[in-house]
């Protein structure tokens, strides 16, 4: 992949979007990503996650794999015509940031609680759940097991539904719902937020 990519329509097939995701010339990681001047990334996109090294509580034997890295997550920035948001803000977030602003780090620290040893926390005032000192443990993990790519768009938010259901990236819970795994991704980051708010867990069935 090419660090600056050719603007895709607004009305863009899904195939022109998927290509460059599923098929990049290469995948960057979090030190690339970080560095600067780092990668030219577009204001407005799609972006997919790779992974290596998950548990094995995540099933991946219908994802899409590049070097043994397994398509797990896809995201979108912005996510409405009203947001601000930028492809660069977005994944530096998911790299950098806390499991409170970063829905993909909730779910991985919650996938990799019992490897890492990470506890959801509330922090100060806010009553917002982190990872607490943990989270640098998860960046730590994610320098070496993740890995990303996008395709730039001018209106992303369009094609995020039919994207991820093309996809079925596991880690995804919204516009995911037949997925094997979204119920119980669902119901462990329930529990995790429970634990952390002191509140008894509740059933399952």
């Not at 863009?12 to 460059?20: K, R, T």
């Not at 995540?58 to 996510?79: F, H, N, R, T, W």
């Not at 819970?173 to 529990?191: A, G, I, M, S």
Request: glycine content about 8%.
């Amino acid at each position: 992949m090419t660090d600056q990519m050719a603007t895709n329509p607004p009305n863009a097939g899904i195939g022109d979007l998927l290509g460059p995701l599923i098929g990049p010339e290469r995948l960057w990681h979090r030190a690339e990503l970080l560095a600067h001047p780092g990668p030219t990334i577009p204001n407005a996109g799609v972006y997919a996650w790779y992974f290596r090294g998950m548990p094995q509580i995540v099933p991946q034997e219908e994802c899409k794999k590049i070097d043994g890295c397994a398509l797990l997550y896809l995201g979108i920035a912005p996510s409405s015509e009203a947001s601000r948001a930028t492809l660069r803000g977005r994944i530096r977030q998911h790299l950098k940031g806390n499991a409170s602003g970063s829905t993909l780090r909730l779910s991985l620290g919650c996938v990799l609680s019992d490897n890492l040893n990470l506890r959801l926390q509330p922090t100060g005032h806010t009553g917002r759940l982190t990872f607490a000192d943990g989270e640098s443990e998860l960046s730590r993990w994610m320098e070496g097991s993740a890995f990303v790519v996008w395709n730039e768009c001018p209106q992303p938010w369009i094609h995020e539904a039919e994207l991820i259901r093309a996809l079925r990236p596991p880690l995804n819970l919204d516009h995911n719902e037949q997925h094997p795994f979204c119920n119980q991704l669902r119901v462990l980051r329930q529990r995790h937020r429970q634990a952390a708010r002191g509140t008894p867990p509740e059933a399952h069935v």
